[in-house]
């Protein structure tokens, strides 16, 4: 890079280039001129310097991309077909047109440049512009679009004899004319010494004989960092020494000869910053991440405490406040133990390694960006760029002016990622690790009595430590207002543009806007209260269709799913035909107010979250179940102050008679009455010796459609008086106000639902058997079972892994597969299904989204109700079932 001095005047820079110029040619080394990631490169200098001819030359031999080069005179083309318009040849009256024609095409060709760009610098993309740029006016347009876009801006300056310039354009084709040549050369003079006040980050010089020496030198971008074998993002530790140790090495970390920590398996640690502070060890947490750091064994972004130290320790008028003035003290304090020189040594240290902190890490797989690491926030465009601007966003996030006590009101900049990276951040504490919109937030508080987070990336799974103390002590922390608004209505704003929730079990589930919108509709207009609305019981998928002729569904396809699964032993339970509903029963109305922030005897709700009974049906209900299970001590005996049940309500009529009414009575009668119509007459044009037996016969079988189908929905109907008829049978005990119960054995849930049914009249005990895979008497003893029970109406099985959540290697198990009976698919497919041609038909059926539903909405399950039982924030709880609900809006075969 060339420097020059501000200081000398106009005459004296005219003079020495006059001196220079004179001077013989001489050897001088090969100059290297270094060029930006992402930004713009000016090329300055009079008409005929030779810009557009280097930067071909550049191009072909392959240091710049053609893409990466733009040219006045090919906009020009683009837009106008021409690039010269020589107005002088004309009489005055046409040259007057045509120099205007020829500035309208400048001035349009100029601002579509432009444009392109500033796209190319929004995306972080390497542009040189190929143009004269000789007035300061015209060079200020592409240094704000560098500050807008926050990418580095330098010029390249060509400076060219003025006989060389004048020998240039009497042979071009398109020749400017020696006035105009000249004039470009007295408004070059007149700039290139001012070019360093005008805010580029680099000003490069070149003669005609430094073009071919000179050497473009691509600078390798720092924020990018290759993801290797995995990083560990660790949340806001705030001077926490001791869980940040804790954390350590429950990640897997252990020390070498030099006490540097390593992972066996070549993993990083990663500082989301703001590691000291607040908390009771910050001196010891600095010099951990400045050791690990110097051994190139970890990496650390900037933050707002970070830089706020780093400004403190440089002298400058910082006001040490907010948990900052501990540190002060730790550093008084090992002055007064140390000495003032040591004290000296490590203020500079620890000056040092803060101040290199980036703004933000891009983690990069196959060239492929995957993760971003920052401390409060990023906006997709930022990602990649450095400038202080966004070092700023990245230390403090985005914030819309202050609530009553003066505390910033942060906005949800996570709302509009869009780029498809994973962002990872704190400075926010929240109560439990957030994902919105592929963006984590693992502040949770550790200085405020909460948990120091861990983050591991790819596997994208949680670890934290709890803290050991609240060590801010700190009565209106951000964990205790969360606390305090835990029962406060969701933000739908990060949610409604679609959203992703994390899993255990699963993973990421992503949900679109249209399906969210929707799901919103019917929480704001039909459900019960959110807080009310824990958990939406999972689809169960039906199995593949059935090798055998005449079945559409049988057992074995269900058993050999199960098999190909390494899956060795099964339950099979008997499904009831009822309706799907949740029962949540309190202890005692005042039981429910750390749960739902109100008293409430419970709430039975259907499995899209509408209220499943009337009011006064609900609670007579509720207060059945309660009586009886306190008269059998459950409460007690299990230590709880609620049970929540996954269950199937019946008879069926008690929710769906309406539907029952309106299709299946109603189709039956008209099929009977018509079937029974056409068969008289048959038979009467058979009476008359008409040729109709095969006709006869068909319609024979179609009367005996009907009937069976008549038959079949009315099996699962009976009167009901009140709560005479009304029986209840669990699937699942799905939780206790002692954990979540979902991780127990199907046998447990099974023989459990026993115990209730002994203890509640209204509880219905369900038929199952558990078999071994391997057990070829077993399975047939189950088909017959299965097929038993079908022909006497009942609707059918479902068959279950033995254990709730089951993997086959890191895949989920379908958690349940239906398979229902001959006769009751009368009722799903219509009473003339097993027609040959109809069954061949249904045959080509696809489940494949059914079963993909079913696994995520499982997930999802089990996620709401872990997060119910530990009391989170009811925002916490509702992304899970609304997420459920959308998936419920994601159109399926309704028959499946």
Same mark, same amino acid.
């Given at each position: 890079?060339?420097?020059?001095?501000?200081?000398?005047?106009?005459?004296?820079?005219?003079?020495?280039?006059?001196?220079?110029?004179?001077?013989?040619?001489?050897?001088?080394?090969?100059?290297?001129?270094?060029?930006?990631?992402?930004?713009?490169?000016?090329?300055?200098?009079?008409?005929?310097?030779?810009?557009?001819?280097?930067?071909?030359?550049?191009?072909?031999?392959?240091?710049?991309?053609?893409?990466?080069?733009?040219?006045?005179?090919?906009?020009?083309?683009?837009?106008?077909?021409?690039?010269?318009?020589?107005?002088?040849?004309?009489?005055?009256?046409?040259?007057?047109?045509?120099?205007?024609?020829?500035?309208?095409?400048?001035?349009?060709?100029?601002?579509?440049?432009?444009?392109?760009?500033?796209?190319?610098?929004?995306?972080?993309?390497?542009?040189?512009?190929?143009?004269?740029?000789?007035?300061?006016?015209?060079?200020?347009?592409?240094?704000?679009?560098?500050?807008?876009?926050?990418?580095?801006?330098?010029?390249?300056?060509?400076?060219?004899?003025?006989?060389?310039?004048?020998?240039?354009?009497?042979?071009?084709?398109?020749?400017?004319?020696?006035?105009?040549?000249?004039?470009?050369?007295?408004?070059?003079?007149?700039?290139?010494?001012?070019?360093?006040?005008?805010?580029?980050?680099?000003?490069?010089?070149?003669?005609?004989?430094?073009?071919?020496?000179?050497?473009?030198?691509?600078?390798?971008?720092?924020?990018?960092?290759?993801?290797?074998?995995?990083?560990?993002?660790?949340?806001?530790?705030?001077?926490?020494?001791?869980?940040?140790?804790?954390?350590?090495?429950?990640?897997?970390?252990?020390?070498?000869?030099?006490?540097?920590?390593?992972?066996?398996?070549?993993?990083?640690?990663?500082?989301?910053?703001?590691?000291?502070?607040?908390?009771?060890?910050?001196?010891?947490?600095?010099?951990?991440?400045?050791?690990?750091?110097?051994?190139?064994?970890?990496?650390?972004?900037?933050?707002?405490?970070?830089?706020?130290?780093?400004?403190?320790?440089?002298?400058?008028?910082?006001?040490?406040?907010?948990?900052?003035?501990?540190?002060?003290?730790?550093?008084?304090?090992?002055?007064?133990?140390?000495?003032?020189?040591?004290?000296?040594?490590?203020?500079?240290?620890?000056?040092?390694?803060?101040?290199?902190?980036?703004?933000?890490?891009?983690?990069?797989?196959?060239?492929?960006?995957?993760?971003?690491?920052?401390?409060?926030?990023?906006?997709?465009?930022?990602?990649?760029?450095?400038?202080?601007?966004?070092?700023?966003?990245?230390?403090?996030?985005?914030?819309?002016?202050?609530?009553?006590?003066?505390?910033?009101?942060?906005?949800?900049?996570?709302?509009?990622?869009?780029?498809?990276?994973?962002?990872?951040?704190?400075?926010?504490?929240?109560?439990?690790?957030?994902?919105?919109?592929?963006?984590?937030?693992?502040?949770?508080?550790?200085?405020?009595?909460?948990?120091?987070?861990?983050?591991?990336?790819?596997?994208?799974?949680?670890? /934290? &430590?709890? $803290? %050991?103390? +609240? @060590?801010?002590?700190?009565?209106?922390?951000? *964990?205790?207002?969360? =606390?305090? #608004?835990?029962?406060?209505?969701?933000?739908?704003?990060?949610?409604?543009?679609?959203?992703?929730?994390?899993?255990?079990?699963?993973?990421?589930?992503?949900?679109?806007?249209?399906?969210?919108?929707?799901?919103?509709?019917?929480?704001?207009?039909?459900?019960?209260?959110?807080?009310?609305?824990?958990?939406?019981?999972?689809?169960?998928?039906?199995? /593949? &269709?059935? $090798? %055998?002729? +005449? @079945?559409?569904?049988?057992?074995?396809?269900? *058993?050999?799913?199960? =098999?190909? #699964?390494?899956?060795?032993?099964?339950?099979?339970?008997?499904?009831?035909?009822?309706?799907?509903?949740?029962?949540?029963?309190?202890?005692?109305?005042?039981?429910?107010?750390?749960?739902?922030?109100?008293?409430?005897?419970?709430?039975?709700?259907?499995?899209?979250?509408?209220?499943?009974?009337?009011?006064?049906?609900?609670?007579?209900?509720?207060?059945?179940?309660?009586?009886?299970?306190?008269?059998?001590?459950?409460?007690?005996?299990?230590?709880?102050?609620?049970?929540?049940?996954?269950?199937?309500?019946?008879?069926?009529?008690?929710?769906?008679?309406?539907?029952?009414?309106?299709?299946?009575?109603?189709?039956?009668?008209?099929?009977?009455?018509?079937?029974?119509?056409?068969?008289?007459?048959?038979?009467?044009?058979?009476?008359?010796?008409?040729?109709?037996?095969?006709?006869?016969?068909?319609?024979?079988?179609?009367?005996?459609?009907?009937?069976?189908?008549?038959?079949?929905?009315?099996?699962?109907?009976?009167?009901?008086?009140?709560?005479?008829?009304?029986?209840?049978?669990?699937?699942?005990?799905?939780?206790?106000?002692?954990?979540?119960?979902?991780?127990?054995?199907?046998?447990?849930?099974?023989?459990?639902?026993?115990?209730?049914?002994?203890?509640?009249?209204?509880?219905?005990?369900?038929?199952?058997?558990?078999?071994?895979?391997?057990?070829?008497?077993?399975?047939?003893?189950?088909?017959?079972?299965?097929?038993?029970?079908?022909?006497?109406?009942?609707?059918?099985?479902?068959?279950?892994?033995?254990?709730?959540?089951?993997?086959?290697?890191?895949?989920?198990?379908?958690?349940?597969?239906?398979?229902?009976?001959?006769?009751?698919?009368?009722?799903?497919?219509?009473?003339?299904?097993?027609?040959?041609?109809?069954?061949?038909?249904?045959?080509?059926?696809?489940?494949?989204?059914?079963?993909?539903?079913?696994?995520?909405?499982?997930?999802?399950?089990?996620?709401?109700?872990?997060?119910?039982?530990?009391?989170?924030?009811?925002?916490?709880?509702?992304?899970?079932?609304?997420?459920?609900?959308?998936?419920?809006?994601?159109?399926?075969?309704?028959?499946?």
């Amino acid at each position: 890079m060339t420097g020059y001095r501000d200081e000398h005047n106009k005459g004296q820079e005219n003079q020495q280039y006059a001196d220079k110029r004179d001077r013989p040619l001489q050897q001088e080394p090969i100059r290297t001129i270094t060029m930006p990631t992402g930004g713009i490169v000016l090329l300055m200098g009079p008409s005929g310097s030779g810009k557009t001819t280097w930067l071909e030359q550049l191009v072909e031999n392959g240091t710049l991309l053609s893409s990466e080069t733009v040219s006045s005179d090919r906009f020009r083309q683009l837009v106008g077909d021409t690039d010269h318009i020589d107005w002088r040849q004309h009489p005055r009256e046409e040259g007057d047109v045509l120099y205007q024609q020829y500035r309208l095409i400048s001035d349009r060709a100029f601002r579509v440049m432009e444009e392109t760009i500033a796209a190319r610098a929004r995306l972080n993309l390497l542009t040189w512009v190929d143009a004269t740029h000789l007035h300061p006016e015209d060079r200020a347009v592409y240094i704000n679009l560098a500050r807008r876009n926050h990418v580095h801006i330098v010029v390249v300056a060509l400076d060219v004899p003025e006989k060389v310039l004048l020998e240039r354009d009497r042979t071009r084709l398109h020749a400017r004319g020696r006035q105009r040549i000249k004039q470009h050369i007295v408004v070059f003079r007149e700039n290139m010494y001012k070019l360093k006040s005008e805010g580029f980050d680099a000003v490069h010089l070149l003669k005609p004989r430094d073009l071919e020496q000179v050497r473009l030198e691509r600078t390798a971008n720092p924020l990018l960092q290759p993801l290797g074998n995995g990083v560990d993002v660790i949340g806001d530790i705030h001077g926490c020494y001791e869980e940040m140790m804790q954390l350590i090495h429950k990640l897997g970390y252990v020390t070498d000869e030099q006490g540097i920590y390593r992972h066996p398996d070549g993993r990083m640690l990663v500082s989301v910053g703001d590691i000291m502070s607040r908390g009771p060890r910050s001196l010891e947490t600095m010099q951990f991440w400045q050791r690990q750091l110097a051994a190139q064994q970890a990496l650390m972004v900037d933050s707002n405490h970070g830089w706020k130290v780093a400004r403190y320790l440089e002298g400058r008028q910082v006001q040490m406040n907010h948990g900052d003035e501990q540190f002060v003290a730790e550093l008084e304090q090992y002055g007064a133990v140390h000495g003032q020189e040591a004290l000296d040594t490590l203020k500079e240290q620890f000056r040092a390694m803060l101040l290199a902190a980036p703004s933000h890490l891009v983690f990069t797989h196959n060239g492929v960006r995957r993760l971003i690491v920052t401390h409060a926030g990023i906006r997709d465009h930022y990602i990649g760029k450095q400038s202080k601007g966004i070092s700023d966003y990245c230390r403090y996030g985005e914030t819309d002016g202050q609530d009553d006590s003066g505390k910033p009101q942060r906005t949800d900049w996570f709302a509009n990622h869009e780029s498809g990276e994973w962002i990872v951040w704190g400075h926010d504490p929240r109560l439990r690790p957030t994902i919105v919109n592929r963006t984590v937030n693992i502040d949770q508080g550790v200085v405020f009595g909460g948990q120091l987070t861990a983050y591991r990336f790819p596997e994208q799974s949680f670890v /934290a &430590v709890d $803290a %050991l103390h +609240d @060590y801010a002590q700190d009565t209106d922390s951000p *964990l205790e207002r969360q =606390r305090k #608004r835990r029962f406060a209505a969701p933000n739908l704003t990060p949610l409604i543009n679609g959203y992703s929730v994390m899993t255990d079990s699963y993973g990421e589930i992503g949900v679109r806007s249209e399906f969210v919108k929707a799901a919103v509709d019917t929480v704001s207009h039909y459900t019960v209260p959110l807080e009310e609305l824990m958990y939406v019981p999972p689809t169960m998928t039906p199995p /593949a &269709v059935s $090798a %055998l002729d +005449d @079945y559409l569904e049988h057992p074995a396809e269900a *058993l050999a799913y199960y =098999r190909s #699964r390494n899956v060795s032993r099964i339950v099979a339970q008997k499904k009831h035909m009822g309706s799907r509903a949740i029962v949540l029963l309190f202890r005692d109305s005042q039981a429910a107010i750390p749960y739902i922030g109100r008293p409430l005897s419970g709430r039975i709700y259907t499995r899209t979250g509408r209220a499943f009974f009337p009011s006064s049906l609900e609670q007579q209900v509720l207060d059945k179940l309660r009586t009886d299970l306190e008269h059998a001590n459950y409460f007690e005996q299990y230590g709880t102050d609620f049970v929540l049940l996954d269950t199937e309500i019946v008879p069926w009529n008690l929710k769906a008679r309406e539907l029952i009414s309106s299709q299946y009575a109603h189709v039956a009668e008209a099929a009977l009455h018509d079937r029974r119509t056409i068969l008289d007459t048959l038979h009467t044009a058979q009476q008359q010796g008409r040729e109709v037996a095969d006709w006869i016969g068909e319609w024979r079988e179609r009367l005996n459609n009907a009937q069976r189908f008549a038959e079949a929905f009315q099996a699962y109907c009976w009167d009901t008086d009140g709560l005479d008829g009304i029986q209840i049978a669990p699937f699942h005990i799905l939780a206790h106000s002692t954990g979540s119960l979902m991780d127990r054995e199907h046998t447990w849930h099974m023989q459990h639902a026993e115990q209730l049914a002994q203890s509640c009249s209204m509880i219905l005990a369900t038929e199952y058997q558990v078999v071994e895979l391997d057990d070829e008497h077993a399975e047939q003893q189950l088909v017959q079972w299965w097929s038993d029970m079908t022909e006497q109406g009942h609707e059918g099985v479902v068959i279950k892994p033995e254990c709730m959540t089951t993997y086959d290697g890191d895949r989920l198990v379908q958690p349940a597969i239906k398979v229902r009976g001959r006769k009751y698919l009368h009722i799903i497919y219509g009473m003339d299904y097993l027609q040959p041609d109809n069954l061949k038909r249904l045959k080509q059926r696809k489940t494949r989204k059914k079963e993909r539903h079913a696994l995520m909405e499982f997930a999802l399950s089990l996620e709401s109700v872990a997060r119910f039982v530990r009391q989170e924030p009811l925002e916490r709880m509702h992304e899970c079932v609304l997420a459920a609900l959308s998936l419920e809006a994601d159109a399926v075969d309704p028959r499946l």
